[in-house]
């Protein structure tokens, strides 16, 4: 982003005589660098939230009970695995960990789950069925609570609008690679039991679209009520579970909290350097080129909704950098404002997939494989449906 602003810059100055824009591009330095001190301070205090409701959940034995819902439905999408082999276990921990957005659990979870299945993987450089099947999963990221989209929103006059949105979009994505990766291994998923979980799910989802469709001015407030009363009664629900167990809900939360506030320290440096690369891009306007270039092109074709081109930047970093991604999130957050349908579409996007290539090289990278076969491509069509949704159930909810 550097090395492009630069040559960009050099040609307006030598060409066009505009020596204001590399002033613009030095101020942006500073200005981003504040900007992502700033929202760290609203970061913390959000993060030790719903960190330490998380971890009332944790211990309260939301995860363990979220493993015992879905086992029924995950005994058959890894038919290669025995019954009651531990891998099964550490597959639906880890995926309970993401989906109650607990990252720090999740990734040793999935490193265990990953080794335990490479124990049943015959040829070893090379990924097996359930391997592939697991890091699709896992890179569609199916969340149910996104806590760092919510905590970096906590500026927002309602930071869990876009729950619903970034609910339905993940769930579409993961339906999407979980289809791609059962076309290939050839896996049945008109079994019944499979249908009685994803069916009823996609039912769900279908008629809460399809009440929102039919009635668009209430599409925001479905979002914050409904979205609202389910983050509210989860929240109860860990607690409750927590008091049934006689675990302290208290000093639950203060343990979470902590490690919240250890997570948001820890991110600034990278939030500081993505929103630097990305001013430095932007002010000396080889982003908004781009971002033109993709706007004539869609109008071209007779698209007239356009303000979905100018979130982009969030849909390219999202496969390559976690990071990388939040901070093009903060970029649209701060040039459009909080609320905005920008920067309402940028978070449902930045909740809808994971980082592919990042989780596939960690995860196959700690057992030693080495040919991937269609694990990327599955997870690329994941992150592709997930970003498209996300564009058409924000305008949905909030156009």
Known sequence: MFLISFVVVAAKMIFWHDI?????????LSSSAKVGFELSLYLTGAMCLWLGIMKIGENGGAMQALTRVVSPLFSRLFPD???NHPAIGSIMMNFSANMLGLDNAATPLG?????????????KDRASNAQIMFLV?????????????????????????IFLPILISTFIASLAGLIFVAIRQKINLFNRVVLAYIGSLSLLIGLLLYYVVLHPEQGEAVSIIVGGGIMFGLILTFMLMAMRKKVNVYESFIDGAKGGFEVAIKVIPYLIAMLCAIAVFRASGALDGLLDGIRWAVLSAGITVTEWVDTLTVA??????????RGAFVEVMNTYGIGSIQERIAATMQGSTETTFYVLAVYFGSVGVKNT???AAAGLFADFVGIVTAIIVSYIFFY
């Open 20 to 28: 204001a824009v590399m002033k613009n591009m030095i101020d942006s």
């Open 81 to 83: 695995i025995p019954k």
């Open 111 to 123: 490193l265990k789950a990953m080794n335990e299945l490479q124990e049943l993987n015959e040829t």
């Open 137 to 161: 999963l896992n890179t569609s990221g199916l969340t149910i609570i996104p806590v760092s989209i919510f905590a970096l929103r906590s500026g927002a006059d309602s930071p869990t609008e």
């Open 316 to 325: 390219f970093m999202k496969p390559l950098s976690g990071s990388g991604a």
């Open 373 to 375: 076969r269609y694990a």
